[in-house]
């Protein structure tokens, strides 16, 4: 089947300054991505999502960026916070069910 | 609004024993999930049901069931638990269609000894 993988396993961040989480798709037909944020213990909670006919969509603080080119899904935290340390997985949607990735540790710096 | 709730949020099985994890979601989706989560591991999906009366295996069902009890309640059982079955699982619900957002409870973690 096809996968949905995370260049970088963790990322640590000063406090304040920008995040950039990056995925990378293998599916072309996926037509429909999510960034998802797990905290520990906790279960994965939307944060955005884009379509494929997007390139770019911003939410609070945050903007997702497809680049269909290269099968490459990126989100991005503005002013990075300590609430923001968190688990960051991206999922695609192919074919009526999403695919997961395993995941990217964010920890951010004081 | 509760959104998807869970329970038991935490259990410890003996090896052969059975339980129900139980999922309910007050959102009106017509589809609903199970997944589990191993460390490592994305998601993996163990059942679904695109809408109420129905269910189909996802990636990982062997030693699994499903029952969609209503629109709102989705059940996932384990008829004889194994420790390979020891993860933490997460229901989920959403709207079936092209856009399909999926939201989460705050999941199960089952230990089978």
């Known amino acids: 089947g096809e996968s949905v993988g995370l260049h970088l396993p963790t990322l640590s961040v000063q406090e304040g300054d920008n995040s950039i989480i990056n995925c990378a798709y293998s599916?072309?037909?996926?037509?429909?991505f999510i960034w998802y944020k797990q905290e520990s213990g906790k279960g994965p909670q939307f944060i955005i999502d884009i379509r494929s006919n997007m390139d770019k969509r911003q939410g609070q603080r945050v903007t997702v960026l497809l680049n269909k080119t290269v099968k490459h899904l990126s989100l991005q935290i503005a002013a990075t916070q300590p609430g923001d340390s968190a688990v960051y997985f991206c999922a695609e949607k192919g074919n009526e069910k999403l695919t997961f990735g395993t995941g990217t540790r964010l920890t951010i710096i004081p | 609004n509760a959104g998807v709730t869970q329970t038991p949020k935490f259990q410890v099985l003996k090896t052969g024993q059975s339980m129900t994890l139980q999922c309910a979601q007050d959102?009106?989706?017509?589809?609903m999930y199970w997944y589990r989560q191993d460390p490592g591991m994305g998601l993996r999906l163990i059942y679904y049901?695109?809408?109420?009366?129905?269910?189909d295996k996802g990636e990982v069902p062997n030693g699994y069931n499903v029952s969609r009890l209503n629109k709102r309640e989705f059940s996932l059982r384990l008829e004889s638990a194994a420790p390979s079955q020891t993860s933490v699982y997460f229901c989920?619900?959403?709207?079936?269609?092209?856009?399909?957002?999926?939201?989460f409870g705050p999941g199960t973690r089952l230990l089978v000894l």
């Open positions: 959102m009106n989706h017509n589809s």
């Open positions: 989920a619900s959403g709207f079936t269609g092209a856009k399909e957002t999926q939201y």
């Open positions: 049901s695109a809408s109420e009366g129905t269910t």
């Open positions: 599916n072309s037909a996926s037509d429909y």
